[in-house]
Nanobody, 125 residues
Framework: QVALVESGGGMVQEGGSLILSCEAS????????MAWFRQTPGKEREFVAG????????YYSDSLKGRFIISIDYHGRMLYLQMHSVIPADTAMYYC??????????????????WGHGAQVTVSS
């Protein structure tokens, strides 16, 4: 079981930037994809961005309009999410996730077997 731990959450002003990090407890050869999801109270957990463990192949939610950048380190143990030009609607709990499947839709929560406990991001206007 791979443990995922998010960090870097907090409060940020509208228009500002924030970087989230996710550390995996081990480098698992079984992991093919890592991703970020986010969730607000009363809503479904939604896909934000995903990347293959090689760093080649990234996929983003259309609603982000290029404001977020996902990246992964060479060893596939650290995942990052750069958040730029943040808006109040970005306020959410952000979750790191990992999947062992190579072929997936990216957006479906059920495709990811491993999850972190989340990091809260709050954007003030």
């Amino acid at each position: 079981q791979v443990a995922l731990v998010e960090s870097g959450g907090g409060m940020v002003q509208e228009g500002g930037s924030l970087i989230l990090s996710c550390e995996a407890s081990e480098v698992s050869s079984a992991i093919e994809v890592m991703a970020w999801f986010r969730q607000t109270p009363g809503k479904e957990r939604e896909f934000v961005a995903g990347v293959r463990k090689t760093g080649i192949g990234r996929y983003y939610s259309d609603s982000l309009k290029g404001r977020f950048i996902i990246s992964i380190d060479y060893h596939g143990r650290m995942l990052y999410l750069q958040m730029h030009s943040v808006i109040p609607a970005d306020t959410a709990m952000y979750y790191c996730a990992a999947a062992t499947r190579y072929a997936l839709t990216w957006r479906s929560r059920g495709e990811y077997e491993h999850w972190g406990h989340g990091a809260q991001v709050t954007v003030s206007s």
